[in-house]
């Protein structure tokens, strides 16, 4: 990595090298038997010049060749966009743990009877369900190093078990599923399969609705899945900087419900998605993006926050090895005080919205969603009575998130990236079959 | 540079040191490049290489697979792949058996569209985004170019040595425009099988895409219900991509009685016009290939022929479990993923009904137009359209916000009522499944009618 640096150095005013490997092994089971187990190694190097005053970047899955990464960094140097940051100079870190090494030594055995107890506990429940089940450790080593002196070097661990259960009963299809990750090795499935054998018990008699707007109530994986998606989008800092973000302009500005609050926080010791550092050096910090309904901040990188004449929130990520650009850690909504069966209890007629299909295709820029109900149910005079199906739900999340009925108490991790709970909202428009 | 012919010679041997039921090995070398657009400037620009590679094994029914970037790493790696089959396996190993194939088929280097300067590339996309950025209340734009150029080499513990190559190049534009708090915006999505000059002189294309996001200011919501809907060559094709082409794929209904039952050969699906196809062996497309991931010749493949199922897409493993023949669909989009059944060129087959026949007859219906995006739970799909109209006594009306429309599988394929005359294969997108994406595929069809389509609206 130095000699690259140096290399590098000698071509351009600046440079900057990110070096990423990580180990990864994945259990699968399909149809309720272990099916596949994998190792996966990978590697890849990414150089970030400045040229000219622009930049130029290339990657490669190997630091041999340094000379060709430094000239094909040279040759997109000549188009790139100029240059509005400085790469950071040395800087301390906040001490945040990302790494449990008892996750490397977690034996293959132990991944499989994991995978093998949460199925056999959904199964007990529901003995014709076909179970896919996935078991999951990995370590990851990062490593930048600057033209300026920065330096950060850190080692993750994560580990995640996820269930999709399908139950087919002639063209009848049911999907139910739960994942959990942490950087600590997982040793417990019993929460998973309860998550699971509720959605079951929920969905197990059929329920219609009529097409008529009416009060619906997002669980932790409804929000997640609905919800957020425009919302990232909309507090991504390029989207502002491009005018294209509905909240580009309300910085401040109550924009929705009182009772709401966000943030971004990269800073939750153990937790997959948090780090010391982003990708460009620059130290973590929790960001506040809603606070009391007003819009409070955006996320930001090195170079979209020079264009918008402010400062990195350290939301600097590179996707496969890409430039970095500004992309949320953790997005976690506050909770409230209003439980899941209160909320229920005050429906005559309504929705419970577990999972939307198609809620990413409508315009997220303009928060508009529309999607089928693909787990959802009933609620009857304050009783979940029953799944529905063949029912569309169209909205906008500006509107929806305006007026809230209320906000629960019961706050998840959905995945790594969401940490929500219930929402409440008073009317959602619903199109059934 | 490290060599992967070189590499590729001495795993023969390696792989032989290792006794499994069955052995493969992949080895990839690639290049590419990339150039996006966010809003009038450059966002990035960037070129990538990578060296990786696979090994998978099969013990007693199970596989083992490890993937690499570290050459050097690989016998420690093949040793990796058998150990852990070995730990998973209880059954009998089922592979349905192929001829070992021999052949050396790295043709496409000269027509890399990596290796066109940077500069070239450039100019032809800021001539489109001038054009975009024309359109007055335009608020943004966002321009995606991504090209690559890949060989890879195969061998399995038969005997097989296969060389591929393959280039590509997927293109994707997005218009925004506002007024007020109204954000809208519009697309336009490509692709080709490394062919630049495809990507050219697409001028006209991109200012109607652009004007069209301002157009859909002033357009009002369809009304959530039943229509009638008439798709264009494009969404038909991801309606036959995501509707009925996933449920093909045997993986899923191999060790599925339930789905065995429901798609049980010989069953009707549609009117006796639906013919169904997947088929890889069409020339220049996206999704066509010699040999898929397993070394398997590709073929093509009825899916639905006059409207009754006549066959589904495999692997060497899923036809074996379902004693039926492999077509050649294991597809994997780069060595860091094992080969699973895929869908590769899937189309509907075109009739005689001229897009004016299809819509003369009906009083209140709706033309859905262009691709958004697409996904499916087996049983139900959801698509969305990227432009849509009103149709009203047998013309088309007034524009629309885009529409996503959803039904059951079954029940939508027999409300097939109009196959058009005009197939016209799309090229743009790419699949996901199992967490491997984007596969580029492509997928077509002449304008068809649906009778009671749900849309989602207000």
Not at chain 1, 261 to 282: F, M, V
Not at chain 1, 327 to 334: D, E, G, H, L
Not at chain 2, 319 to 328: D, F, I, L, V, Y
Request: glycine share 10%; proline share 5%.
């Amino acid at each position: 990595m130095e000699q690259l640096l140096a290399q590098a150095k000698k071509a351009a005013e600046e440079a900057e090298v990110f070096m990423v490997s990580s180990e990864e092994t994945p259990v699968q089971f399909e149809a309720n038997r272990l099916k596949h187990i994998q190792a996966k190694q990978s590697s890849y190097v990414a150089l970030r010049i400045i040229k000219e005053g622009k930049i130029g970047y290339a990657t490669a899955t190997e630091l041999s060749d340094r000379q060709n990464l430094v000239k094909t960094a040279v040759e997109t140097a000549n188009f790139g966009m100029a240059a509005k940051f400085e790469l950071p100079s040395p800087t301390p870190y906040p001490d945040i743990e990302v790494l449990d090494p008892k996750v490397e030594s977690v034996s293959v055995e132990e991944m499989i009877d994991l995978g093998k107890e949460l199925i056999t506990a959904i199964r007990k429940h529901t003995p014709d369900i076909l179970c896919e089940a996935g078991v999951g450790k990995e370590t990851t080593s990062l490593h930048l190093i600057n033209s300026r002196g920065g330096n950060i070097n850190y080692r993750q661990s994560a580990f995640s078990i996820g269930v999709i259960g399908y139950l087919i009963r002639n063209t009848d299809m049911l999907f139910v599923g739960e994942i959990e990750s942490s950087c600590h090795p997982l040793t417990e499935t019993k929460a998973i399969a309860e998550e699971v054998l509720q959605q079951l018990e929920r969905a197990r008699n059929r329920a219609s609705v009529p097409t008529k707007p009416l009060p619906v109530v997002f669980t932790s994986h409804g929000v997640a899945g609905a919800l957020i998606p425009p919302l990232m989008a909309a507090f991504n800092g390029k989207t502002v900087l491009n005018g294209a973000s509905p909240i580009g302009n309300k910085l401040g500005q109550l924009v929705f419900d009182k009772q709401l609050w966000l943030w971004d926080d990269p800073t939750i010791a153990y937790r997959p998605e948090s780090r010391p550092s982003d990708d460009e050096g620059i130290p973590s910090q929790r960001t506040p993006l809603i606070e009391q309904g007003r819009v409070t901040n955006f996320l930001y990188d090195l170079q979209t926050a020079a264009l918008a004449h402010t400062r990195s929130t350290g939301n600097g990520r590179r996707s496969q090895g890409g430039l970095p650009a500004p992309s949320p850690s953790a997005f976690i909504i506050k909770p409230g005080n209003t439980t899941f069966d209160e909320m229920i209890s005050d429906i005559k007629e309504g929705l419970v919205i577990e999972q939307l299909m198609g809620a990413e295709q409508g315009n997220i820029l303009g928060g508009d969603f529309s999607g089928n109900v693909l787990l959802g149910y009933k609620v009857e005079n304050g009783k979940i009575v029953g799944r529905v199906k063949d029912t569309m739900v169209s909205g906008n999340v500006y509107q929806l998130l305006k007026q809230i009925a209320a906000i629960g108490s019961e706050a998840k991790w959905v995945g790594g990236l969401v940490n929500t709970p219930p929402l409440y909202c008073p009317h959602l428009s619903v199109a059934a079959k | 540079m490290i060599n992967i012919q070189a590499t590729a010679h001495q795993l023969p041997e390696i792989l032989n040191r290792y006794s499994a039921d069955y052995i493969e090995a992949r080895l990839e070398e690639s290049q590419s490049s990339h150039i996006s657009y966010r809003g009038r400037e450059l966002d990035s620009i960037g070129r990538s290489s990578a060296i990786g590679g696979n090994v998978r094994a099969m013990v007693k029914g199970a596989w083992g697979f490890a993937s690499f970037n570290d050459l050097n790493e690989l016998p420690g790696r093949v040793e990796i792949a058998v150990k852990q089959a070995r730990f998973a396996g209880n059954e009998e190993s089922q592979l349905a058996p192929v001829e070992p194939v021999v052949d050396r088929l790295w043709t496409e280097q000269d027509k890399s569209p990596v290796a066109i300067p940077l500069a070239e590339k450039k100019q032809l996309l800021d001539e489109y985004n001038d054009i975009i950025w024309r359109t007055p209340k335009l608020q943004t734009s966002f321009i995606d170019y991504g090209d690559g150029y890949k060989r890879a080499i195969f061998l399995n513990s038969s005997g097989s040595y296969i060389e591929q190559d393959r280039s590509d190049i997927a293109l994707r534009f997005t218009a925004v425009a506002t007024e007020g708090d109204e954000v809208q915006q519009a697309g336009l999505s490509l692709g080709s099988r490394g062919d630049f000059n495809s990507i050219q002189g697409l001028h006209q294309q991109i200012e109607e895409m652009a004007q069209h996001s301002v157009e859909l200011l002033s357009a009002p919501q369809a009304k959530g219900g039943e229509y009638t809907v008439v798709l264009d060559p494009v969404l038909a094709g991801v309606f036959v991509h995501e509707a009925f082409g996933h449920l093909s794929e045997s993986d899923f209904v191999y060790e599925n009685d339930r789905m065995r039952e429901i798609m049980t050969l010989g069953k009707k699906f549609g009117s006796v016009e639906l013919n169904i196809v997947d088929n890889a062996t069409m020339p220049g497309l996206r999704g066509s290939y010699k040999y898929d991931d397993e070394g398997v010749p590709a073929s093509k493949t009825y899916l639905i022929r006059e409207g009754k199922l006549v066959g589904r897409l495999h692997s060497r493993e899923t036809a074996a479990k379902m004693k039926e023949k492999p077509t050649g669909n294991a597809r994997a989009i780069n060595y860091r993923y094992p080969p699973i059944v895929r869908m590769t060129n899937t189309y509907i087959e075109p009739r005689s009904a001229s897009f004016e026949e299809l819509i003369s007859d009906i009083k209140e219906g709706i033309y859905v137009k262009n691709w958004y995006g697409g996904t499916t739970s087996m049983e139900m799909f959801t698509f969305s359209a990227g432009e849509a109209y009103m149709i009203r006594h047998g013309k088309l009306a007034e524009p629309l916000r885009p529409v996503v429309l959803t039904g059951n599988v079954f029940t939508t394929l027999m409300n097939i009522d109009g196959i058009g005359n005009d197939l016209d294969m799309n090229q743009g997108g790419g699949c996901g499944k199992g967490g491997q994406m984007p596969l580029p595929v492509s997928n077509g069809s002449p304008h068809i009618r649906i009778r009671h389509c749900l849309i989602g609206g207000r």
